[in-house]
């Protein structure tokens, strides 16, 4: 049992929320993102057909996870992919350090990779004298100055215009100061392609791995992610176990609704297939293409019959688009890899619901982003479900840390209550104090003041329900039966 | 060594614990059905495929040169002229790239287009010319295997003959595009190529030139890749 909780979010979230700055930054850009997803579904109904499969796609991948994996691994190898598996970040990242030494291999471009960012794989490497450096355009964006990504998809979102301006002028050589998009393109291009042409290594995340070809799908527009895979002569790319789909023709669905989801694209400007390193007689691509599967508790979210949705996520964002936290507090304030919604599911059941307590919280449960996964995956549902996970001990559960966010103070509180509840003559008498003295009670006294601090303070009725019935009773008054 | 032997171990391991801990969890119960039908409905008579590939591309800013079977490559030289490409990067080895060649040199030899635009054959690895390839090239000229209707997307299977990175590093990409191989979905190209059974090493969908929006939403193309994509679409619907 916890004493004392951390809670992260509740006091970030405030700070952000005194930040006009920032929230205008979001609420521009999510507002731009849910109208041009909805563009993308006119037809409400062709959207549920495709949700439908989408849901049924990533479940029936699931369900066959273990066979899956290994087809998958099997015909990885054939194809010349060497496979290793890392149970948790720390093993990833030896296992990445292990490959790049071998190859002698000192600096290392990076597409878009959230699993990366999980395994905070940067700051490793760096430790271990490689440099790693960010190509996706938010990424680099972030990269210089410290931050890590507000968005899973667009992880430089609650920077604008002029603060990327500033900071280009000021960190890369020989910039001048311009707030044009397309001129702050170029110079990161330029930077950029020169980075690609001397990187000894290349990595990526994964956004589909096929089983039946061994296939590592990439979806993007920039162009970084092909550049990170096919000009480097290592390639390593890393993904969550939970990535496998059977078949190359149910990617395809897969996908449509992704980039429809993610940023209302119809298509990626890319969409990427890697099915093995540098062929025979092929006069480019790497030598090498190495994969790292990496668990990092997923393997126990599988466990648990309810909880296995959370792994059907395909990381379009759009929960994080229409939530109404996330665009009020932005990425940040949720100090976890993953942000919104879905972070909300997905970062409790890895670093364990008691200390995470406060993302479980921090939402209203409106239910919209429930209601625009691709995915259907019911984050409202399973938010209630970790709550009570965090404080019970329910036997057969596997989640992670439960029962330890339960308070003393809570827990105080439950027991006074089931002792009430259980001395009828003292319930009696309990009430009747609650009913002529609460009202007395100040809003600023100890407990009472987490609720007053946002809402008005309730004020209890003047006679409790039970004596109510019995005066009616005795004055043969309605009944109420 | 000691490094990659460890690790070696380490994962084998760790594949182990995983595999029997899902295994543990057991699959159980029946898989959903796939209903495809919202796939399938996504389908246009020949004419219209093309129609909707060149709306759809030219919607995230590609180009198009209309040509037809027997013009396309004089088309192709007379863009690059117009353009005043220094150099155009192409597979010898490739149908594409070997008619391109031949057909320029004839000319060349009937005496049009002397001077102009330099073909460059991609004929050594990369690591002979990698400077080169990213510093001194203008252009580079891949044909396609196919494309995508519902979306617009070109299909390429890059090769020996038709190497990896001359669709991604030259600024601008020029590509051969037969009407009659646009498939209707990106879903129907993969099961009419055969994907699902045998990909080479590298295979891809391209809808556009390379572009970003990670600055204030604000679509900015040529960030890595091509800054400009210029197909060239060849009307050979009446034939097929
Ligand atoms: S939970 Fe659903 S909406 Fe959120 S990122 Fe994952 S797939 Fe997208």
Redesign the pocket.
Known sequence: MHAELEVHFRDSAAKALLDPQLRANFRRAMDGLMAKRKAQFPDPADLQDLRDLSTAIRSRSLLNLPDLLEQFEANCTKNGIRVHWAETCEEANELILGILQSKGAKTLVKGKSMVSEEMHLNAFLEQHGIEALESDLGEYIIQLDGETPSH?IMPAIHKNKDQIARQFSQKIKDAKYTEDVDELTAMARKVLRQKFLDADAGLSGVNFAVAETGTLCLVENEGNGRMSTHVPPLHIAVMGLEKVVARLEDVAPLYAILTR?ATGQAVSTYFNLITGPRGTGEKDGPQDVHLVILDNGRSRIYADPQLRATLR???????MNHCPVYTRVGGHAYEAVYPG??GKILTPQMEGVGVRHDLIHGSSLCGA?GE????E?P?PEILVRLRREATHTDAGSQVAGKGTGRTRTEDWAWRLWAGLLKRPRLYRLAAWFATRFGKALPAGAPLIQNWTRTRTKPVPARRSLQERMRSEAQSGGTRHD | MTDATTSSAASSSARAAILSRLRAAGGGGPLPPLDVTVLERRQWPARERMERLRKGMEAVHTEFLEATPGNWTAVARAFCDREGLKNLLYGPGSEAGARLAADWAADRGAGQGAGGTQLMPYDRPVEAFKDELFNGVDAGFTGTVGGVAETGGLLLMPDAAEPRLMSLVPPIHLALLRASTIQDSFWSAVKALGWGRRLPPNALMISGPSKTADIEQTLAYGVHGPKRLIVILVDDLELA
């Open positions: 899973i989801s996520c395909i990381r379009c964002g759009a929960c919604p879905i982003c625009v996964c691709p995915v995956i984050i």
